[in-house]
């Protein structure tokens, strides 16, 4: 008994011992700090102003436009703008953000393009390019030569002070020069802002909402600018009071449209009145207090527009109209701000978000996701997105790189040898011996490295940054939290839309060290006990649901709010508008385990029809135009059809592939309809 009461007392000291230096180490870790603070207290009372015209007298000794191979993928970033090039089928174009490690904030202008085929980054240096920022937005025009960016912010390094810009950008994805486009006059262009969106529409710019932060507050706004492309000229169109438009918001998605564009979800904060208790000399008592509080919008509108007539001046804006539609069916659930969306194909393609289930005094209980989804623009209907595991192809030769790339050579492949049989009188049966002029000047692709492939979805998170190219869906970065500490992922990653076979990985790197602040240090503190159980429990599982102080409630580069789950409480009349699907359009509609090619070549006759047919109504003699003409619009209207219902076809052959079923064959297309039973059953 004494020996183990000795035992106890010494485990006791040792463990006494243990917490003191834990103690003296912690004093010393928040003496540095506090002297830090001391140090940078200066840094803080800096003039940006000073700061970024010591970077443009940098920018200027840049010579001219230089192009460098880059050893390693840009640094992590947050709030920043990922873009399929509109020049090059080929290549990414990543501009700006920031980054945040808990201490200090360094923003970038760096244009960094990323070669898919090489597998290869570069970036670009230029004299005359966009000051650094983050929370700006950019967007292609509606011919494939330039895009257009605007606004931003900028902040000291503590992030004490912000500056918004209004400047409005150019950049040839072609020359990777950038021109800055001034347009003289008071309120003759938007106002500083970030958090807006940018879309195009023939010729025009489409700008709408962001925020401004002023330090004592936050703005929010619901302006709509429209720039045209041709006459350099931005319009403000002055709508009726009476008429139904979005209210304030940044965060949301605009997407184009063929009417002009589609606005859904965002995020603000409204003021609301809560009941504060106050004690006074008769005991507590309630009272009332106006705050704001954030706000994820599930709304949804279509902006059209209709050009001016063509006889009328050159400053002639454009009619616009907000349209409020229905909420989308089966949309994701719970809601979240931060669920990014781009455009693919009449669609968007949606990931990952954030949903704070519970706010307090102390922060707020978040939940974060990494479920893809796909909206249905035209149908105003989301349906998921789930990998699936690579079907066995029966076929020894391999399809060429996964997207549409090498798919749509093979197309063109086939088109032009049934035009050449058409024009040589051949039949269609002799259209695969017909050999084709190769192209003199093809890209050197080197051959690609393996790359890991999953069959889950990136790490869920918030303001990923998303880009369509060749139906490939590319995610870059994102941000995730964990009590105070905020995570910037560093990593893209690429999905194909068309076969969801798995998520290829193209680069992750660890994830930098968080700088803790006193307040931090003081928690610790009370927890000092479990430290080391919780240290444990970071490593093991350091991406888990966390709580986030009310200051991220003002998140500037998220693309939209949407939701995780699909929605079963969808209203009645949400049903009603939003539940037809793309069989009842009267269209050939695509088969199970069909593909684009394959869909095609069974209803080219049909969507010839079709298209000759619409050209008539609008008084077009299809008659007037080339054989290959048609086919090719003939099958850009089958591959839009393909793409709209892409995501039912998928349920049933998910489904069929569960009964056994990996592929359905017409007998009567074969030529095999009149075989006997014994062929049925072979």
Sequence with gaps: MAKDKKKNSDAKKAKKAEKAAKQASKGEKKAKTKAAKIEGSDAEDV???????????????????????????????AASTLMASPHDSNTLLLFGGEYFNGSLAQFYNDLNIYNISRDEWRCVTSPNAPLPRSGHAWTRAGNPNHVYLFGGEFSSPKQGTFHHYSDFWRLEPATREWTKIEVKG???????????????????????????????????????????????????????????????RSSFTLLPHEQGAALYGGYSRVKATVNVKQKGNKGPSQAQRNVLIPKVHEDCFY???????????????????????????????????????????????????????????????????NQLFAWNIERNRFMPMGLRKPRQQKKAAPEPR???????????????????????????????????AKKEEEEDEKPAREMPVTMEPPHMRFNAQLAVQDDVLYIYGGTFEKGDREFTFDDLYAIDLGKMDGCKE???RPVEDWIESEDEDDEDDEDDEDEEEEEEEETTQMFTPSKRKKKQDEVSEVSSEASSEPSIAASEDDETETTATSVDDGLPHPRPFESRREFFSRTSAEWQEILMTS????????????????????????????????????????????????????????????????????
């Excluded at 907000?322 to 931060?338: H, L, S, Y």
């Excluded at 049934?418 to 017909?434: F, H, K, N, P, V």
């Design 303 to 369: 902006l059209r527009i209709t050009q001016p007539p063509t006889d009328a001046s050159p400053n002639t804006p454009p009619a616009v109209r907000w349209e409020r539609r229905k909420k989308p069916a089966n949309a994701p659930n719970p809601t979240r701000a931060g669920a990014t969306m781009t455009w693919h194909k009449g669609r968007g393609i949606m990931f990952g978000g954030v949903h704070d289930v519970e706010q307090s005094e102390e922060g707020m209980d978040s939940e974060f996701f």
């Design 402 to 436: 996964g997207g549409r790339r090498g798919r749509a050579q093979a197309n063109e492949e086939e088109l032009l040898r049934q035009l050449a049989a058409l024009e040589t009188g051949a039949s269609l049966e002799d259209a695969d011996d017909i050999e084709l």
């Design 47 to 77: 003039d940006l102003d000073e700061v970024l015209e010591e970077y443009r007298r940098q920018q200027e000794q840049f010579l001219k436009i230089t192009e460098t191979v880059c050893e390693a993928p840009p640094r992590a970033r």
């Design 506 to 508: 193209i680069f992750t």
């Design 186 to 248: 008071k309120d003759k262009s938007p106002s500083a802002r970030s958090g807006h969106r940018m879309t195009y529409w023939k010729q025009y710019i489409i700008l709408f909402g962001g925020f401004q932060d002023t330090s004592n507050q936050t703005k929010y706004l619901a302006d709509l600018w429209i720039f045209d492309t041709i006459n350099f000229v931005w319009h403000s169109p002055q709508l009726p009071p009476a008429q139904l438009k979005p209210d304030a």
């Design 615 to 682: 050209l008539r109504w609008k008084n077009i003699q299809p008659e007037t135009m080339a054989i290959k003409e048609i086919k090719a619009k003939a099958y850009e209207l089958s591959e839009e059809k393909w793409w709209d219902c892409r995501e039912e076809i998928v349920a049933l052959e998910e489904e069929q592939e569960a009964a056994g079923i990996q592929e359905v064959v017409s007998l009567a297309e074969r030529g095999d309809a009149g075989a006997g039973g014994g062929a049925r059953r072979r």
